[in-house]
């Protein structure tokens, strides 16, 4: 009987932290789908908990009038670019640590993670002055180097997980049949490792289409979506915009990186499950 109700008492414990970690996740993206809508009379009256009229007037000003639409393609433009960098140079480096053994291996690992401790506004005005002499200040290509520089360390130690984990008889038996190491590495290895890779490319798109302090500090007039709309808001009565327009906001920056993580969720779980190999 007292083991029936510890794990019961475990059980509702268990659903309440679920619980509350998902409400904690979804509440404020409910909140800012419903308020983003609601009509300006709605949204001051305090007797509606829920709006009854809604208008996607303040979607459409912030996406065509004030211009986020562009944001939304610079933003997709420079996390594109930011993916094909980052992979181009950390495939490699996460190979190379993954399956060879070579002296300073894990002070590699270590000082890759310890270039993430400098924080991005004490190296603002150097990245700006940098920028300027090499004619990359306001460019969308600048602002993609910038978000790789940031992506990398994370994209070399997910891919040397993903990597670790496909067998290395794999990669041998291929070259005992007449491949070299980089056919068996584009024929073998790349295949079983494309859905971590995939995992690892979102990671990338997410993280990129997320960031605004560096977008907003070296771009003026191509800025990406967050630095957009943190100008938009801005800009409106020296950062006093309406509520429901910001709440409008709010949505036209989680909808597209949620559509993005529903049809590649499948691929997290996947990379998760080669890495606990």
């Known amino acids: 009987m007292r083991d029936e109700t510890v794990y019961t008492l475990k059980k509702i414990g268990f659903y309440t932290v679920i619980f509350t970690a998902v409400a904690w996740i979804l509440i404020p993206i409910i909140v800012s789908f419903l308020y983003g809508f609601t009509t300006k009379a709605d949204y001051y009256n305090p007797d509606l908990v829920l709006p009854h009229h809604y208008t996607t007037e303040y979607v459409r000003v912030i996406l065509f009038t004030l211009g986020a639409w562009d944001g939304i393609k610079n933003s997709v433009i420079v996390a594109t670019l930011t993916i094909i960098i980052s992979f181009v140079l950390g495939i490699p480096a996460g190979y190379s640590i993954a399956k060879f053994v070579f002296p300073g291996r894990d002070t590699i690992k270590l000082s890759i993670i310890a270039l993430r401790m400098f924080p991005i506004p004490v190296m603002a005005i150097p990245l700006i002055v940098l920028y300027i002499r090499l004619h990359l200040a306001d460019t969308l290509l600048g602002v993609a180097l910038a978000h790789t520089a940031m992506a990398l360390p994370f994209v070399v130690l997910i891919t040397s997980s993903i990597f670790a984990g496909v067998s290395k ?85 989680t909808l597209p990186a ?8 499948k691929y997290l779980v996947t990379m998760w499950g080669i890495t606990l190999k």
């Open 169 to 253: 008889e794999y990669e041998e038996a291929a070259m005992v049949f007449g491949l070299t190491r980089l056919g068996s590495f584009l024929k073998i290895t790349l295949p079983l490792a494309l859905p971590g890779l995939a995992a690892a490319a979102m990671f990338t798109f997410v993280m990129s289409w997320n960031e605004v302090f560096v977008a907003s500090v070296l771009t003026l007039t191509h800025r990406t979506l967050p630095a957009q709309i943190l100008s938009i808001m801005a800009g409106s009565s020296g950062g006093a915009a309406p509520d429901y327009y910001k709440f409008a906001a709010a949505f036209i920056m």
């Open 258 to 265: 949620m559509l993005f993580i529903f049809f590649a969720r």
